[in-house]
């Protein structure tokens, strides 16, 4: 007796199964993947159309008249309200004089008028959106504040030094000081990286960690200095320097009393 034939499979068999095979992928996708942040303009349509009207009187010459750019200034399509509330918001844009970085200035808009910029900007592509203020800030937790110093060292002191006092780059570019700064500043500033900062996606540093650093940030602005004097707290060389100028005076004048003494 020979064996019973193998069961033939269906034609289709093979399709199903892939097809399947992608509805439980896709699924499972939507389901576990982490929850993008709302990047489509929540804005009444009147704001966006107010923020239209400001932009193109006092923005459009230089981003072009759908803040698509042109050869003097970026595109803003995708920038996001977070980039316009930072520029406009400490006084970079509108941009003034040409030089090789947006100086800080004195706000030039209400905020209605920014926040209307923002929402018009924020119809044109999806970018990152203003952070709500429970996430800006800043809490008093040691924990917290451990890991903001932690996470300021690695990320931010290179350009900002260490107690965020700034410091010089390249080409006439500098990093801020961050004193003064608000927790809203220091969260846009990490989520679109203006000028040569770099973007801190939330891949990179989550939600909870920029809250982390705007803590620290904050706190140490609030530390009183031990040592008396805080130089400026621009670093080691300043201190370093300012010792070894005080020594030398201290021991040019016990020369000069030495040699008043012998003569
Ligand atoms: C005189 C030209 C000029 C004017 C006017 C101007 N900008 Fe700009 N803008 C620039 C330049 C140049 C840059 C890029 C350099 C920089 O970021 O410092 C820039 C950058 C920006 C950015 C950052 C883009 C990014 O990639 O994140 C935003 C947002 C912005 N401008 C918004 C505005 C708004 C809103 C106005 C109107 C209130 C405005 N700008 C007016 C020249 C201008
Ligand atoms: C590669 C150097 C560099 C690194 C690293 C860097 N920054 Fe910056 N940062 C800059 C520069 C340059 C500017 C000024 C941009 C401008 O004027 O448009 C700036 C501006 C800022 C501002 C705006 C300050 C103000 O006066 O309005 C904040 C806040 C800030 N950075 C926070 C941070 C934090 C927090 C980190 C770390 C997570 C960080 N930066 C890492 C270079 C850097």
Redesign the pocket.
């Known amino acids: 007796m020979s064996a019973p034939p193998a069961r033939r499979r269906h034609p289709a068999a093979t399709l199903v199964v892939l097809l399947l095979a992608l509805v439980v992928t896709g699924g499972l996708y939507t389901v576990l993947a982490p929850s993008r942040a709302e990047a489509t303009t929540t804005a009444a349509p009147a704001d966006v159309e107010a923020g239209r009207a400001?932009?193109e009187a006092?923005?459009s010459?230089?981003?072009g008249l759908q803040g698509q750019g042109s050869p003097?200034?970026?595109t803003?399509v995708g920038?996001g309200a977070a980039?316009?509330d930072?520029?406009?918001g400490t006084g970079?844009?509108?941009?003034?004089a040409?030089s090789v970085?947006?100086p800080e200035a004195p706000n030039?808009?209400t905020d209605e008028e920014t926040a209307a910029?923002a929402a018009y900007?924020a119809s044109l592509a999806p970018g990152p959106p203003v952070p709500p203020d429970s996430i800006t800030t800043p809490v008093d937790d040691p924990e917290r504040l451990a890991e903001g110093n932690e996470l300021f060292r690695t990320n931010c002191a290179m350009c900002h030094n260490v107690v965020g006092a700034g410091g010089a780059l390249t080409r006439g570019k500098y990093a801020p000081s961050l004193e003064g700064t608000t927790g809203t500043y220091i969260y846009e500033a990490m989520v679109?990286?203006?000028?040569s900062m770099p973007v801190f996606s939330d891949t990179n540093i989550t939600p909870e960690q920029k809250q982390s650093i705007i803590s620290y940030v904050e706190h140490a602005q609030t530390q009183p200095s031990p040592g008396g004097l805080s130089l400026g707290s621009i670093g080691p060389v300043a201190e370093g320097l300012f010792t070894w100028v005080a020594a030398l005076v201290a021991l040019i004048a016990c020369a000069v009393w030495l040699g008043r003494r012998a003569s």
Not at 92 to 96: A, E, F, I, S, T
Not at 192 to 195: A, E, R
């Open positions: 400001l932009f006092n923005c010459t230089c981003h003097s200034a970026p803003l920038v980039s316009v930072f520029q406009v970079r844009m509108p941009l003034r040409d970085q947006a030039a808009y910029m900007v679109t990286g203006p000028q």
